[in-house]
């Protein structure tokens, strides 16, 4: 008799266990993966960083540049960074999918409409970088970039 209702106990838990555990996966299935926010492209120069895209400084280490893509270059077209510091790259564009490609660095950033992407760079030289965009974009894709300044 008390084994029944151990029996019944033990798979009450399991059912409850089993829906926390459901609904958790659930719940992370809406969270874009990667820690990339959402945007409406539409707002993105009312939206921070956007409405006010360039270069500020974080902290004594750290500064972040607030760039927006579009059809056929990057906004601002002028970026100056100190060196060995850190910077993280915050991005998104306001039409279609672009890239935000440094030349001879790990930056190769897909610049998405909708969503906000980061990546976080240490220049460990001074000198110009070449920006260049890697998506097909449209009739003006192979003009698709710029120079970042390092300092
Ligand atoms: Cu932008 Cu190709």
Redesign the pocket.
Known sequence: KYEKIWLVFGILSLAIFLSIVGITAFGQGHTPAGGMDTIDPEKVNEIAPFDNPGVRQIDKNTYEVAIV?M??GYNPSNIRVPVGKEIIFTLTSTD?V??FTIKDTKVNMM?VPGRITHKSYTFDKPGKYLVL??????TG?HF?QTEIEVY
């Open positions: 893509g059809a056929f279609v672009h890239s610049v965009c890697n998506e097909y974009c449209g894709h698709m």
